[in-house]
């Protein structure tokens, strides 16, 4: 089996096998973020004396005089570690707190120095500088059995493990792996999942390909491993992590090179955990969905094709085409609804002829529009004029005539 290390978008990991007729079988998952409910996490950081340089530390032995002193180190491992551990504690774990240890450390590597359960923003700012007493060796399995054993309750356990070198207890750690993964099996353990991180240029990637590939006689994926250069982002650490029954989009298609279809889930969805076979000399397979199209290649040299994107397309006003009458299917079953009668359209010339006109009556005073008077207007149109109380009253008091101005309109 090889891991691919170039993988495109949205693919967590490839892997490709030989297959049948000198075709590629192949394994590939999208890249999810997990949702588990009851989910511990923790970090563990090699804390062996290699490891003095990448915490920025003088491994001593310097000259005296100050001409030649050396410059000041840089601390590489804290900003991974507090990337890593605020991530995981603000995602995933249920408790809402990163478990930290420092692994490898006192007399032969064999111990275990525990830092503490960080929360997201303890995380982001804690100085990650190192371990009181750097191991003598690297021994792996007291941390595995450190995060194991602790949280042997939880529903589900997610732990990564940082290294800048060569692990001492390789084999133990292989058979420690093959019984817990007898154990999750037979129901007797909850799920975990590891991760091993190889930071620097002296990480031995060929003991974390081994512990990745790791065969253990059951269904039970224990190890997975990235290279910290060649991560893309944080989320790359569960490309292993995948619902076997999720799906991420209601349809999709594998294709080979030359468009035929490999897979088709038109019917069942998209998984999220894609396995197929490419035929033999199929350099690359092309993943289609959502009007997409993204080739992914089956080795680490090969040149892919530029992604196809959706075409939107552009619509543009046309004249309306003449009505076609469809044909009539020969199946029962393909019988199309009858269409609506078509209207003939209106001709020039044969118009209907117009109704006679009503002759229009003559307007009156009252037949037009009232108008609305406001106060002042009112107060011009009417003469009021008040009798003297102590004098006889007539009719002849009230004068109704319109008065100068309104004689003159």
């Known amino acids: 089996m ?80 507090q990337k890593l551990c605020a991530y995981l504690a603000r995602t995933i774990d249920a408790d809402g707190g990163t478990t930290c240890i420092y692994w490898a450390v006192g007399p032969n590597g064999s111990q275990v120095e525990v830092v503490g359960d960080l929360r997201a923003e303890q995380a982001e700012t804690h100085n990650f500088k190192g371990p009181s007493d750097f191991g003598t060796g690297t021994l792996l399995l007291p941390a595995v059995k450190y995060f194991v054993e602790r949280f042997k309750d939880a529903p589900w356990g997610f732990y990564i493990f940082i290294t800048d070198g060569e692990l001492f207890d390789l084999e133990e750690v292989k058979l420690y792996t093959k019984w817990l993964a007898k154990e999750i099996a037979g129901n007797r353990r909850n799920p975990v999942k590891f991760v091993l ?23 039970i994926d224990l190890w997975d491993h990235k290279m910290a250069s060649e991560m893309r982002q ?22 080979d090179p030359q468009g035929r279809v490999i897979r088709d889930f ?12 490419m035929p033999a000399g199929a350099q690359y397979f092309t993943l289609e969905v959502n009007g997409q199209r993204i080739h992914q290649p089956l ?26 009458i469809p044909a009539v299917p020969v199946s029962p079953m393909m019988k199309q609804q009858t269409a609506p009668p078509m209207v003939s359209p ?4 044969m118009q209907p002829p117009a109704p006679p006109s009503i002759p229009k009556k003559p307007e009156k005073e009252w037949d037009k ?35 100068d101005d309104s004689k003159k309109k």
């Open 346 to 349: 209106a001709v020039p010339g």
């Open 2 to 81: 090889a891991q691919l290390k170039h993988v495109v978008e949205p693919f967590g990991e490839v892997n490709v096998y030989p297959g049948p007729n000198g075709g590629t079988r192949v394994w590939a998952s999208i890249l999810m973020e997990p949702r588990k409910e009851g989910a511990q996490t923790g970090i563990a950081i090699d804390g062996s004396g290699s490891m003095r340089k990448m915490f920025g530390q003088d491994t001593g032995g310097g000259v005296v005089s100050s001409i030649f002193a050396k410059p000041r180190l840089e601390n590489h491992v804290s900003p991974v570690a």
């Open 266 to 277: 038109s019917d069942t969805g998209l998984p999220a955990l894609l396995r197929f076979v």
């Open 369 to 403: 529009d009232p108008i609305d008077l406001q106060m002042e207007e009112l107060a011009k149109s009417i003469d009021l004029e008040f009798a003297d109380p102590s004098q006889p009253q007539s009719l002849d008091d009230l004068n109704l005539d319109k008065n």
């Open 234 to 255: 944080l989320q790359d650490i569960f490309a292993e992590v995948v619902d076997r029954n999720a799906r991420v989009a209601e349809t999709g298609k594998i294709l």
């Open 299 to 324: 080795a680490d040299n090969v040149a892919t094709p530029a992604p196809v994107a959706p075409v939107i397309p552009t619509v543009t006003p046309v004249s309306p085409a003449p009505p076609v």
């Open 197 to 219: 991180i190889g930071l620097g240029a002296d990480a031995n990637e060929r003991q974390l390909e081994e512990l990745d590939d790791l065969e253990t006689g059951t269904e």
